[in-house]
Antibody, heavy 120, light 109 residues
Framework: EVQLVESGGGLVQPGGSLRLSCAAS????????MHWVRQAPGKGLVWVSR????????TYADSVKGRFTISRDNAKNTLYLQVNSLRAEDTAVYYC?????????????WGQGTLVTVSS | SYDLTQPPSVSVSPGQTARITCSGD??????AYWYQQKPGQAPVLVIY???GRPSGIPERFSGSTSGTTVTLTISGVQAEDEADYYC????????????FGGGTKLTVL
């Protein structure tokens, strides 16, 4: 069974940092682009970042560029998102998702999400 | 970047047909994808490449496209279909931003 399990969320003060992880199983992780998507409480889905199969290419939404870093460890079948300089508006559930298709830009499946709360 | 526009809400009675639209200029050239999200759960892909239905998704879910508008149709709506539905698109470069619509709350009356 293809499965993605996120961890690492929590309560953090403004300006703080966290490292989110996404453990993949049930498929050849190194064959797929991976993404992070977030959802603020009561709001819609917002794409955050993508990484290619070997980690050599990354892309970010403007809202997180320079503060967030996506990476992956194919030996550990794990995707990461380092989130720094956190702001209240970064409060959201963060989902990892497997990229599907020729360009890996649609998502199936998604993990269950990890909640990041930025508050003093 | 660009916007994908969805109606905030759609309401139908059980057994009726629900249609949820998603509009945006890039949809004339790019594929659209649809996700279903039930409260407290992760999104699930229900339509890919405008009209494709993943395995395990009921046949009552279908997609169509016309110009700059794509439509998710749920025929014979069931109570379990009540959820938020999001459209999504991306160009074929693999490097530009991925865009989601604002989401549509489907209410089964």
């Amino acid at each position: 069974e293809v499965q993605l399990v996120e961890s690492g969320g929590g309560l953090v003060q403004p300006g703080g940092s966290l490292r989110l992880s996404c453990a993949a199983s049930g498929f050849t992780f190194s064959d797929y682009r991976m993404h992070w998507v977030r959802q603020a409480p009561g709001k819609g889905l917002v794409w955050v970042s993508r990484i290619n199969t070997d980690g050599s290419s990354t892309t970010y939404a403007d809202s997180v560029k320079g503060r967030f870093t996506i990476s992956r460890d194919n030996a550990k079948n794990t995707l990461y998102l380092q989130v720094n300089s956190l702001r209240a508006e970064d409060t959201a559930v963060y989902y990892c998702a497997r990229g599907v298709g020729n360009y890996g830009d649609w998502f199936d499946p998604w993990g269950q999400g990890t909640l990041v709360t930025v508050s003093s | 970047s660009y916007d994908l526009t969805q109606p905030p809400s759609v309401s139908v009675s059980p057994g009726q047909t629900a249609r949820i639209t998603c509009s945006g200029d890039p949809l004339a050239k790019q594929f659209a994808y649809w996700y279903q999200q039930k409260p407290g759960q992760a999104p699930v892909l229900v339509i890919y490449k405008d009209t494709g239905r993943p395995s395990g998704i009921p046949e009552r879910f279908s997609g169509s496209t016309s110009g700059t508008t794509v439509t998710l149709t749920i025929s014979g709506v069931q109570a379990e279909d009540e959820a938020d539905y999001y459209c999504q698109s991306a160009d074929n470069s693999g490097t530009s931003d991925v865009v989601f619509g604002g989401g549509t709350k489907l209410t089964v009356l």
